[in-house]
């Protein structure tokens, strides 16, 4: 076991401009969620995956947002014309089934400059 | 609809002395519940989980959590303060039996606690 593991750890960016975050789950876990983390706030539920399948998107995940899994294992994150706004951090966590505990990776912090 | 409510933003102990970390809960179903600990610039680690068996939840690192369901509260209780335990505390809800809800989580602001030596 691993852990989840997200690439990169920091991106520092200029408004505008696009940006895809990566997400390897603990290898096995059917179940990706990604989750968005402002300053002196608790993480909000963005989307998660079901294997390969996207089976909810938060009201969020505006439409510069768009998130995949190709293959059932790892995901990206890209956030198309990124603003000002978007500056957070992304976390990603993985489980194995439905109703169990979700780990967490050490997320990627995103700087909009 | 799940929320959960963390009134206090900054909790600050003395090393030694006893830890209460306070969350209330709102669940349309018997709900699931957790605690987790993010330490500066990392993801979050789970600390403990109430799935509808004990009412008295043990986790890691001598931290403990009672679920009262009359006073739809999960506080998280440590006997003993210690340094390394400085770091942002999140009590997190997530309503298993509610099919639109999909197991995504639901985290409260978060409260910060400072270990004083």
């Known amino acids: 076991d691993t852990g989840v593991s997200q690439d990169p750890r920091h991106k520092i960016t200029k408004r505008g401009q696009n940006v895809t975050f990566r997400c390897d789950p603990i290898?096995?876990?059917?179940?990706l969620y990604w989750y968005r983390q402002t300053l002196g706030q608790g993480p909000e539920f963005l989307t998660y995956?079901?294997?390969?399948?996207?089976?909810?998107k938060s009201r969020l995940l505006s439409d510069r947002f768009s998130a995949e899994r190709p293959k059932g294992s790892f995901s990206t994150l890209e956030i198309q014309r990124t603003e000002q706004g978007d500056s957070a951090m992304y976390l990603c966590?993985?489980?194995?089934?439905?109703?169990?505990?979700?780990?967490f990776g050490d997320g990627t912090r995103l700087s909009i400059l | 609809a799940q929320s959960v409510t963390q009134l206090d933003s900054h909790v600050s102990v003395s090393e030694g002395t006893p830890v209460l970390l306070r969350c209330n809960y709102s669940?349309?179903?018997?709900?699931?519940l957790f605690w987790y600990v993010q330490h500066p610039n990392k993801g979050l680690q789970l600390l403990l989980k109430?799935?509808?068996?004990?009412?008295l939840v043990k986790g890691i690192n001598g931290f403990e959590a009672e679920f009262k369901k009359s006073e739809t509260s999960f506080h998280l209780t440590k006997p003993s303060a210690h340094m390394s335990d400085a770091a942002e505390y999140f009590c997190?809800?997530?309503?298993?039996?509610?099919?639109?809800?999909?197991?995504?989580?639901?985290f409260g602001k978060g409260i910060t606690l400072s270990v004083r030596p």
């Open positions: 669940s349309s179903y018997s709900p699931s």
């Open positions: 997190v809800v997530s309503d298993p039996q509610d099919a639109g809800a999909n197991s995504k989580l639901t």
């Open positions: 109430y799935t509808s068996a004990a009412t």
């Open positions: 966590a993985s489980s194995r089934q439905v109703n169990q505990p979700q780990h």
């Open positions: 290898s096995e876990h059917n179940r």
């Open positions: 995956f079901q294997n390969e399948a996207q089976l909810e």
